[in-house]
């Protein structure tokens, strides 16, 4: 016996490649992140002409200066805001309940309902009668629009359902002795007991409405009302088409590619600060609907 | 406080009926158990009087109210669930306030029934902990404070004992019957554990595949089973069953061995029936019937024989309990001798009783 190693050389190759391969994801994730980073701190000139791969060169907080001063910069950023907070909310506020009543047997015609929001996770109308819907309903080009268009989730609906469902029956007959309405049924005992489930779909609500950009695009025509990722997009299109303005930036300390990434930095900034704080749930949220105590 | 009455009390679920037509009188104060095998439907009845299940057809009545359609929360009733149900967010103060909050009960009323239950069930310095932190029997005790705090006219039991182990159910059987020596609360007690029933109830509801079996004191279900299943069903070891006839000179066993029967029993000359003897009523003597014994268990203060009865076409399993400690060995034949008073005897179609 050549002794009692509990591993194999195949093991060991394996547990290297894995390794390796999994580095390289890191890397090719976060790669993009350190380069925007960089190149908003770097001047105008080192990023247009190519010179900054990896770390900053000429480091300058121009672009920053010019984003901050930039009225557009916070009207956006507050319509983000907005757009994540009261979506978030008016999200919560519609699928914790329609979850919660498609979670309990007694509801009559629960298996339909469960079924057609299901449905719509592999078919929908598609985009186009998506947008004419919203503008037959007057949403167009409103705050209001936006939040609710998006508002119900069947993916989250589903989530949360299936959570609920998965919390034991005494807990409501329990409660219902003790003389609990629907109401308090939820308020106190159910949403008490489903927050993991809650704080993942509150967090996947609130990174979609962040991230949200195409239909904001579509469906906001004015300037006051888009959020960040549209302005980004718009800096980006128009001042690149705007040949005047680009070389008149690119003599300035800044040019658009540094203001835009300084926009993707100031843009990410919520999300590192809370990150850390939610970052259990992320992974929660993949394991939910198990065995809960 | 308050009286149940069930009438005629029918439960199905969609085509299959579970509950076949149950009737009865729970006096104000009274622990009653409902006792049977598994799926008998002791916890179908329990649920439909706390009102979690509807009634298919029938009445019940708490006091003199018909509460068929009356919602849980309406008819006064307090539950204590086999896995507790205590809510894991709240800690033991809060799940016991739970109800009285419900109510809008006062700071102060709240607090104060906290106080007293947490007082009687021994959970004074357990009011912050949640329900995690406690041990099996601290939330059982918890579940029952949940219960107390109601003071509601009922108490409702399904199997309160089941997940604590054999040392811890002694001890809470006996808090929980002293708590009702105390309270004086009518209590509806489900478990399907005869010892439990025998001790605990003032009265038992045997119950069996939906129907009602019996219903009495445990003395008089243990001197005068109604049929054989209540008499294999309370007492342990389970009585032993001979089938054979009433013969002139006696039960004439289906192994041919002739055993004592009472005089009265000469009326039933040659009806078939099962001859009913528990294991503690037979005593070794010479002109007993003569048994092979198969095992021997002594426990330190019994000793339990089981023993085979041979005849020429059949053999019949036959258990024997003595007191104290018996001398014999797998292989050995004795002699076991019926007591004569304590013989059952039943119809051997129907299982009903024969002898008053
Ligand atoms: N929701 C239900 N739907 C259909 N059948 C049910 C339902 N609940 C109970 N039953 C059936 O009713 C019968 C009685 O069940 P019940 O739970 O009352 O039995 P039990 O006497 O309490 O048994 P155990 O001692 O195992 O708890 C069982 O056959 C069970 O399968
Ligand atoms: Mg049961």
């Known amino acids: 016996m050549s002794g009692f190693n509990l591993y194999t050389r195949g093991d060991r190759i394996f547990g290297i490649a894995n390794a390796s391969l999994m580095l390289l994801f890191v890397l090719s994730t976060l790669y993009p992140f350190i380069y925007i980073v960089s190149a908003s701190v770097s001047s105008g000139f080192a990023v247009s002409s190519g010179q900054v791969v990896l770390w900053p060169v000429d480091p300058t907080l121009a672009a920053y200066k010019h984003v901050l001063s930039d009225r557009m910069f916070w009207i956006s950023y507050g319509n983000t805001l907005y757009y994540a907070i009261v979506g978030t909310l008016a999200s919560l506020i519609i699928m914790v309940p329609g979850a919660f009543a498609l979670s309990r047997p007694r509801l009559r015609g629960r298996r339909l309902i469960t079924f057609l929001i299901a449905f719509t996770l592999w078919f929908h109308a598609g985009q186009i009668p998506f947008f004419l819907n919203i503008r037959d309903l007057g949403l167009l080009d409103t705050r209001i629009g936006i939040v609710l268009a998006f508002a119900c989730n069947a993916f989250n609906v589903i989530l949360l359902k299936s959570y609920f469902e998965s919390i034991p029956a005494s807990f409501e007959e329990a409660a219902r002795m003790d003389g609990a309405t629907d109401f308090q049924l939820l308020w106190k005992i159910f949403i008490p007991l489903a927050k993991p489930a809650l704080a993942t779909v509150t967090l996947l609500c609130l990174v979609t409405r962040w991230n949200g950009y195409f239909w904001a695009m579509v469906l906001l025509r004015s300037e006051e009302k888009i959020p960040l990722q549209v302005y980004l997009k718009k800096l980006i299109v128009d001042l690149k088409s705007d040949d005047g303005f ?48 | 406080m308050s009286s149940v009455h069930v009438r005629d009390l ?13 009737s009865l ?17 002791k916890s179908t009845l329990l649920r439909m009087i706390a009102g979690l299940e509807g009634v298919t057809a029938g009445e019940i009545r708490i006091g003199s109210r018909v509460v068929n359609n009356v919602p849980p929360k309406e008819r006064d009733i307090a539950m204590v669930f086999q896995n507790y149900a205590l809510y894991p ?7 016991m306030a739970f109800s009285l909050v419900l109510k809008r009960a006062s700071k102060a009323e709240i607090t104060q029934k906290v106080q007293q239950a947490a007082a009687i069930l021994g959970l004074e310095t357990m009011l912050d902990r949640h329900p995690k932190e406690l041990s099996g029997g601290q939330r059982q005790r918890v579940a029952m404070g949940r219960a107390i705090v109601r003071d ?55 119950m069996r595949g939906g129907v009602m079996e019996q219903m009495g004191t445990p003395l008089d279900l243990y001197d005068q089973p109604a049929n ?15 089938p054979g006839s009433i013969g002139a000179k006696g039960f004439v066993a289906d192994t041919g061995h002739v055993l004592p029967l009472p005089t009265s029993a000469v009326a039933q000359i040659g009806r078939s029936a099962v001859y009913g003897i528990r294991p503690e009523h037979m005593t070794l003597e010479p002109s007993g019937m003569p048994v092979r014994v198969k095992t021997v268990e002594p426990t330190g203060s019994e000793t339990l024989l089981l023993t085979e009865l041979s005849g020429p076409q059949t053999s019949i399993d036959i258990t024997a ?20 008073a304590m013989v059952h005897l039943f119809d051997k179609e129907t299982g009903h009783r024969i002898m008053a």
């Open chain 2, 89 to 95: 967010h709240m800690t033991v103060a809060e799940n």
């Open chain 2, 228 to 242: 054989l299943f209540v008499a294999s069903f309370i007492g342990s070891p389970a009585m032993n069953q001979i």
């Open chain 2, 321 to 340: 309990v003595f007191r104290g400690r018996v001398a014999a060995a797998p292989g050995d034949t004795i002699h076991l001798q019926p007591d004569m």
């Open chain 2, 25 to 41: 009188d729970i006096e104000d104060g009274e622990f009653v158990i409902l006792v049977g095998p598994s799926g008998c439907g």
């Open chain 1, 246 to 293: 680009a070389s008149r930036l690119m003599t300035a300390e800044y040019s658009f590619e540094t203001i835009t990434a300084a926009i993707m930095v100031a843009s990410l900034i919520p999300v590192v600060i809370v990150y850390p704080y939610i970052q259990k749930y992320f992974t929660k949220g993949m394991t939910l609907g198990g065995v809960k105590e």
């Open chain 2, 10 to 22: 029918k439960k199905s679920y969609g085509h299959a009926p579970v509950l076949h037509g149950i």
């Open chain 2, 152 to 206: 509601p006219k009922v108490f409702l039991f399904d199997e309160p004992l089941s997940n604590l182990d054999a040392k811890l159910r002694v001890q809470m059987r006996s808090e929980i019957k002293a708590l009702h020596q105390r309270l004086k609360t009518t209590t509806i007690y489900v478990t399907h554990d005869q010892i439990e029933a025998m001790t605990m109830a003032d009265r038992i509801v045997v």
